[in-house]
Nanobody, 118 residues
Framework: QVQLVESGGGLVQAGRSLRLSCAAS????????MGWYRQAPGKQRELVAT???????KYADSVKGRFTISRDNAKNTVYLEMNSLKPDDTAVYYC????????????WGTGTQVTVSS
């Protein structure tokens, strides 16, 4: 069993910051790439940021310069530091990871709500 649990969401005013965390637990050999996605009401789920096991990062154009993804391999945890938040950042944020068990598969957390007020 593999579980991903997000935390850190909440309600903030525009211009403020939040830090999201996602911890993986269960039985697995290793974790390869990890990432964050988000889905706003009426919109498709979109990629926010990814980080490989080697530390290479990628960001959606809409968050470049404002968000930072990082990971702590000892804790099997990925983070998303969100600065200068905008109302358009309001969404449910989902953690994603490629997890190696007896095979390599994609796992998802259940999401954490981020709401940014104007």
């Amino acid at each position: 069993q593999v579980q991903l649990v997000e935390s850190g969401g909440g309600l903030v005013q525009a211009g403020r910051s939040l830090r999201l965390s996602c911890a993986a637990s269960g039985s697995f050999f290793s974790i390869n790439a990890m990432g964050w996605y988000r889905q706003a009401p009426g919109k498709q789920r979109e990629l926010v940021a990814t980080i490989t096991s080697g530390g290479t990062t990628k960001y959606a154009d809409s968050v470049k310069g404002r968000f930072t993804i990082s990971r702590d391999n000892a804790k099997n945890t990925v983070y998303l530091e969100m600065n200068s938040l905008k109302p358009d950042d309001t969404a449910v944020y989902y953690c994603n990871a490629m997890v190696v068990t007896t095979y390599t598969g994609r796992y998802w957390g259940t999401g954490t709500q981020v709401t940014v007020s104007s």
